[in-house]
C-alpha cells in the first residue's frame, strides 16, 4: 500500500495521472482539492517513481491504518479567477525559475494565470505580433 507524506506532497496529482487502476481519487470542488490514495494491493510503484516531491513510499499492507487524504486550497487565476493550481505547485514552479526569471514581474506572475489564460494570452500576443510585422512589410 502507498504512505504519503503530507509535509511532501504538494497535490499536483500526478500520481493520480498515472496509476493504471485508479487507486488515487481526486476532486477539485470549489476552492479545495481532495486526494485519496485508495489501499493498494498492486505495488506496481509507478505512483512512487512519478511523484516529483518524492512523498510517497511503498509500504507492506496493513488493514489497521486509514487510507490517505489530503486537501488542498486552490488558487484563483490572477485574469479569470478561475481556481487552478495548489500554492505548494506554484511556489515550487517559481523556486525553480532562473533568478534573472524570478526578478522579471511579467515573468513570474505568468505562473499565477491558470492554462486557457495563458493560452489566450499568447494567442493575442502572436497575432499581434503577426500584424504588426505585416505592417512594417507594407511601410
Ligand atoms: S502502486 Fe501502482 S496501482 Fe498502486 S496506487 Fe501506485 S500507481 Fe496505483
Ligand atoms: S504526485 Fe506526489 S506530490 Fe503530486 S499529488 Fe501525488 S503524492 Fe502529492
Known amino acids: 500500500m502507498i504512505e504519503v507524506d503530507p509535509g511532501l506532497c504538494i497535490g499536483c496529482r500526478s500520481c493520480s495521472n498515472v496509476c493504471p487502476s485508479q487507486n488515487i481519487l481526486r476532486t477539485d470542488s470549489g476552492e479545495a482539492r481532495r486526494i485519496l490514495w485508495k489501499r493498494c494491493r498492486e505495488e506496481?510503484?509507478?505512483c512512487v517513481e512519478f511523484c516529483p516531491a518524492k512523498a510517497l513510499t511503498l509500504v507492506p499492507i496493513d488493514e489497521s491504518v486509514p487510507e490517505p487524504e489530503l486537501s488542498f486550497d486552490l488558487v484563483a487565476c490572477r485574469i479569470c479567477g478561475s481556481r487552478y493550481a495548489t500554492e505548494p505547485m506554484l511556489s515550487r514552479i517559481e523556486a525553480a525559475?532562473?533568478?534573472d526569471s524570478r526578478r522579471d514581474p511579467e515573468g513570474a506572475e505568468w505562473i499565477r494565470a491558470c492554462p486557457p489564460c495563458r493560452r489566450r494570452a499568447e494567442a493575442e500576443r502572436a497575432a499581434e505580433e503577426?500584424?504588426?510585422?505585416?505592417?512594417r512589410r507594407r511601410g
Open 44 to 46: 506496481c510503484d509507478l
Open 130 to 135: 503577426t500584424v504588426a510585422a505585416r505592417r
Open 97 to 99: 525559475l532562473p533568478s
